[in-house]
C-alpha cells in the first residue's frame, strides 16, 4: 500500500505565502496527473490545481496569478506555491496522483491525508 505525504500547511496572516508539498511514502513507477484540492468547513471539495505529466497545468479561476503548481518528476513530488494569500484560502489541502506501480498499469488515484492551511486576516 501506498500513502501520499503532504507537508507545508500551517498558520498564516494574509498577503502571506505557503508552499505544499506531496509525494508518495514509498518508490513508485510513476505518476500521470497530480493535483491540489481543498475543502473549507460547510464546504465541498473543489480543485485548486492539477499538472500533468508533462507539464500542462490547470487552476482555478480563484487561485489564478497567485498559486503556481509543480512537481518533480524524478522525485514524484508536487508542490503547491501559494502567495497573497487570503483568509478565504482557509482550508484542508489535500493532494491527490494518479499512481502507476507497473510499467503495464495505468495508473491507480490515491488522495493524501489532508494539511490545514489558515489565513488570518
Known amino acids: 500500500q501506498v500513502q501520499l505525504v503532504e507537508s507545508g500547511g500551517g498558520l498564516v496572516q494574509a498577503g502571506g505565502s505557503l508552499r505544499l508539498s506531496c509525494a508518495p511514502s514509498r518508490s513508485v513507477f510513476s505518476i500521470n496527473a497530480m493535483g491540489w484540492y481543498r475543502q473549507a468547513p460547510g464546504n465541498q471539495r473543489e480543485l485548486v490545481a492539477t499538472?500533468?505529466?508533462?507539464?500542462?497545468?490547470n487552476y482555478a479561476e480563484s487561485v489564478k496569478g497567485r498559486f503556481t503548481i509543480s512537481r518533480d518528476n524524478a522525485k514524484n513530488t508536487v508542490y503547491l506555491q501559494m502567495n497573497s494569500l487570503k483568509p478565504e484560502d482557509t482550508a484542508v489541502y489535500y493532494c491527490?496522483?494518479?499512481?502507476?506501480?507497473?510499467?503495464?498499469?495505468?495508473?491507480?488515484?490515491?488522495w493524501g491525508q489532508g494539511t490545514q492551511v489558515t489565513v488570518s486576516s
Open positions: 491527490n496522483a494518479d499512481i502507476r506501480f507497473r510499467i503495464v498499469d495505468s495508473g491507480r488515484n490515491y
Open positions: 499538472i500533468a505529466s508533462g507539464g500542462t497545468t
